[in-house]
């Protein structure tokens, strides 16, 4: 990667985390807790991608299939070797992380992989939460 690749051609700086995240965003409909429980009931494969750690000190989603961050987009790529028997790029996928950040670039990197359903929680976890 060279120094270029780092800018926006529009901009005098290189893309920040909340650049990064504003475009991610932009490409995904996001879910609030309640639309999410509503797909979930419905179908959707809902996904904690959250460490152990953290799903140990702050609960566990009941329901959700766990599968860690650093893993995700081979699990759920249909053309991939170590991809889950359910992927599928129709599959509606609801990420989910502790606040809904991660989840947003997440969802946004299933949606380039083809997975046009991916979608995040508004709030995360934490949000999901307190519906409960």
Known sequence: MTVTDLFDATRT??????DVLQSA?????RLTPAEADA??????VVVDI?????RKSEGAL???LVIERNVLEWRFDPANDARLAIADYDLQVIVVCQEGY???LAAASLQDL?????TDIIGGYA??????
């Open 25 to 29: 965003r932009s490409r995904i409909p």
């Open 102 to 104: 991660t989840s947003s």
């Open 50 to 54: 959250r460490p152990a750690a953290q």
């Open 39 to 44: 797909a979930w009931r419905a179908g959707a």
């Open 127 to 132: 949000a999901w939460r307190r519906l409960m």
């Open 13 to 18: 700086r290189p893309r920040t985390i909340d």
């Open 62 to 64: 009941p329901n959700a």
């Open 114 to 118: 083809g997975i046009h359903r991916a």
